[in-house]
Every structure is written in C-alpha cells, then in structure tokens.
C-alpha cells in the first residue's frame, strides 16, 4: 500500500493503484487519476460510467463486469472501450475510486 496526494488530498493505493478507502474518493481525485491513465478530459459518458460503478459498488459491493457494465450502465460495450481503452470495467473502477470488480486481470 502507498499514500499519493491526489488533487489536494492524501490518498490511499494498493499495489494496482486502486483506492484502498472509497471514501477518500471526489470527483477532482477521479479528473487527476484519469490524466494519470491517459483520459483526458474527463466527458459526460465518462461520467455516466463512473457514476453508475460507484452505484453498483455501494448497493453489491463490488463494481460491475465488463459485460454487465455493458448490459447495465446505458453505455454499449463498444464505447466502453473507447472511453476506457486499456479495459473498461478495471479502469472505470479505478478512475471510480472503487475496488478492481472480481473477474478482472
């Protein structure tokens, strides 16, 4: 685990650089951990799928699969990738400053 200062605000990571408190998650922490991953700026679809993996999160616990998110979110599984190239459930879920969702590599 590391700390970072993520716009202001000291933050906890695990090893993946994922939230380990999604508490300590805000929407300008969610704007500097995409610049991180290359997405830039941040669109309204972006956030639709952030939005919608925090959701997920605080009802199941956990955030939602790519095919669910596909399935569930309003946002077809080919323009997750786009908005989330290097996989879109895994880095939704980071830039959502919630835990990586199970199944993901």
């Known amino acids: 685990m590391s700390v970072d ?8 990571l695990n090893e993946e ?5 999604s508490t300590q998650w805000n929407e300008e922490v969610a704007v500097e951990l995409a610049r ?3 997405i830039a700026p941040l669109t309204d679809r972006h956030w639709q799928v952030i939005h919608f993996m925090r959701k997920e999160f605080a009802e199941k616990g956990t955030g939602p699969t790519v095919r669910l998110l596909g399935k569930t979110s309003g946002v077809p599984v080919k323009e997750l990738y786009e908005l989330f190239p290097k996989g879109p459930a895994k880095l939704a879920a980071k830039i959502a400053g919630i835990p990586k969702p199970r199944g993901c590599i």
């Open 17 to 21: 650089g994922f939230l380990t408190d």
């Open 5 to 12: 200062t993520i716009a202001g605000a000291t933050i906890d």
């Open 36 to 38: 991180r991953e290359g």
